[in-house]
């Protein structure tokens, strides 16, 4: 059973930063792209940033380049997100999920191209 259970989210000030975690179980996590998706309130949910199976190709929007760094640990089945520079707009619900092949795609930016999602961990940006 695919199981995805991320962590690390909080409240930080403009300017800070946060480390968010993604745990995965039930399948092998070298077999797969991944990505992290984000929910703000009263928005649909939008691609973030993916990567490859492999790590050799990373995807980032562009109002998250420079600031956002995705990466993932194979042996530890573990996948994470680097945010630095956060702003209030980054405020949201941030999700890890499976993408549904070995590497992203420029589809990555959308709900459809992920099979598997965790339940979410908060991330808001505020003074």
């Known amino acids: 059973q695919v199981h995805l259970v991320e962590s690390g989210g909080g409240l930080v000030q403009p300017g800070g930063s946060l480390r968010l975690s993604c745990a995965a179980s039930?399948?092998?996590?070298?077999?797969?792209?991944m990505g992290w998706l984000r929910q703000a309130p009263g928005k649909e949910r939008e691609g973030v940033s993916c990567?490859?199976?492999?790590?050799?190709?990373?995807y980032y929007r562009d109002f998250v380049k420079g600031r956002f760094t995705i990466s993932r640990d194979n042996a530890k089945n573990m996948v994470y997100l680097e945010m630095n520079s956060l702003k209030p707009e980054d405020t949201a619900v941030y999700y890890c999920?499976?993408?549904?092949?070995?590497?992203?795609?420029?589809?990555?930016?959308?709900?459809?191209?992920?099979?598997?999602w965790g339940q979410g961990t908060q991330v808001t940006v505020s003074s």
């Open positions: 990567i490859s199976s492999s790590v050799d190709s990373t």
């Open positions: 039930g399948f092998t996590l070298s077999y797969y792209a």
């Open positions: 999920a499976r993408f549904k092949d070995l590497s992203c795609s420029g589809s990555y930016y959308s709900t459809l191209a992920y099979d598997y």
